[in-house]
């Protein structure tokens, strides 16, 4: 492999490397302290982590990740069918699923729950509860695929 789709393999194992740490962060600390704040505190905090993060940067890693991804299987499927092909195709097709297609259908209209919650009202305990539990343990699958798929793309550009 060489030429631009070497670059964008590259970029696509960068990027898939880059959310999987996004990622870890929010499983092992960030989330584990927002647990531990009164339910009012913690939902007011996530809140207002969900409107930070629809930013351009993060748009760019987490999505600009996905198209590169979808670059490079374009690329391998089209190539010959030999190993290193392989691995860019689960690699790439690991962190769609793993990442962006998780985060669109459960990562997402969660938050979009906890945005409509009057983080003073009794019931949004309740949800909150809930709610760091279930993302979390979605969050802990969108890391390790990010991860996953980092080793795949990177194995597939040492072959």
């Known amino acids: 492999m060489s030429g631009i789709p070497y670059v964008v393999t590259v970029a696509a194992a960068l990027g898939c490397g880059l ?21 009012s505190q913690g939902v ?3 809140q207002s982590i969900n409107v930070k993060a629809v930013n351009p940067l993060f748009m760019l890693a987490l999505f600009g990740t996905g198209v590169l991804c979808l670059g490079t299987a374009s690329w391998a499927l089209i190539a010959s069918g030999d190993q290193p092909q392989a691995l860019l ?3 790439s097709a690991i962190y ?9 259908v459960g990562n997402v209209p969660m938050n979009n ?20 539990a279930r993302w979390t343990n979605l969050n802990h699958l969108r890391t390790l695929a990010s991860l996953i798929a980092t080793v795949m793309l990177a194995m597939a550009l040492g072959q």
């Open 96 to 104: 769609l699923v793993g990442s962006i297609l998780i985060t669109i």
């Open 19 to 39: 959310m999987a740490g996004v990622y870890f962060t929010f499983s092992t600390f960030i989330m584990v302290a927002l647990k531990q704040l009164p339910a």
């Open 44 to 46: 007011t905090a996530m």
């Open 89 to 91: 195709v689960g690699g």
């Open 113 to 132: 729950r906890l945005a409509g919650l009057d983080a003073e009202e009794p019931e949004s305990a309740g949800y909150w509860e809930h709610y760091v």
